[in-house]
């Protein structure tokens, strides 16, 4: 990874080619002020940033996949149509900015400042995955490749970060089957809670369910819209 100054960085926006791409992948930037910036149309996927202010900046067309904002601030910055897979905006002021039709696949956003934020319908992975209201069918994949299958009853609680993974509250057991679906089964074990039990025709239910939708790997039944996506977890 090479250490950029903010010189450096306007003089390769500067000799850059009109509609050309910049490429500053797997760059590091420090303490720097780029508010106001043109930036867009670059290319900063995999790089580094730690306490640098974007706010204001145009960054329309970026690409900023899995790159890494440490205490970074992008109020009002254009995001329009940038790709934004992957990128850690932990605890980083987005209030006011434009992410219509960006795609945030993948991009965390615990603790974020997303107040007054900008979207439209082709924003990617930032509106909630599944039904916002009403019942709907869940799956997950459990020990020894069993596939369960849920029920989400209208009154659980029911959240997503920014993943085709879900969230929910409570949930009702219909069947538990292995994934060519020619043995069915009593019960299934949790991948990762040990203790935590399905069985069929019972309800299950997480009284301590976080609801903070940006926290992923938090409390809750962790859950998928269809049978081939929690198989593939």
């Not at 956003?109 to 930032?126: M, P, Q, Y």
């Not at 949930?171 to 020619?182: C, G, N, Q, R």
């Amino acid at each position: 990874m090479t250490t950029m100054t903010t010189d450096e960085l306007k003089e390769k926006l500067e000799k850059r080619k009109e509609g050309e791409l910049l490429d500053l992948r797997e760059i590091e930037m420090w303490d720097a002020d780029l508010s106001g910036w043109d930036l867009s149309r670059t290319d900063f996927s995999l790089s580094s940033f730690h306490h640098v202010s974007f706010d204001g900046a145009d960054m329309q067309g970026c690409a900023v996949e899995n790159a890494l904002f440490d205490d970074c601030s992008f109020r009002g910055t254009c995001f329009r149509h940038a790709n934004l897979k992957g990128a850690a905006m932990r605890y980083d002021d987005l209030s006011g900015a434009d992410i219509s039709g960006a795609n945030l696949f993948s991009a965390v956003l615990e603790h974020a400042n997303l107040s007054g934020i900008i979207s439209d319908e082709d924003t990617k992975f930032f509106r909630l995955y599944c039904p916002e209201k009403g019942a709907f069918l869940g799956y997950k994949k459990c020990f020894n490749n069993r596939l369960v299958q849920l029920l989400i009853p209208a009154d659980a609680k029911r959240t997503s970060a920014t993943l085709n993974s879900c969230r929910c509250s409570k949930a009702k057991v219909l069947t538990i089957k292995s994934f060519d679906y020619t043995e069915e089964y009593d019960e299934a074990w949790s991948l990762v809670d040990e203790n935590f039990v399905y069985r069929k025709g019972q309800w299950v239910e997480v009284p301590d369910f976080n609801e903070d939708r940006w926290m992923d790997s938090t409390t809750g039944i962790h859950f998928w819209l269809t049978r081939e996506e929690a198989k593939a977890y």
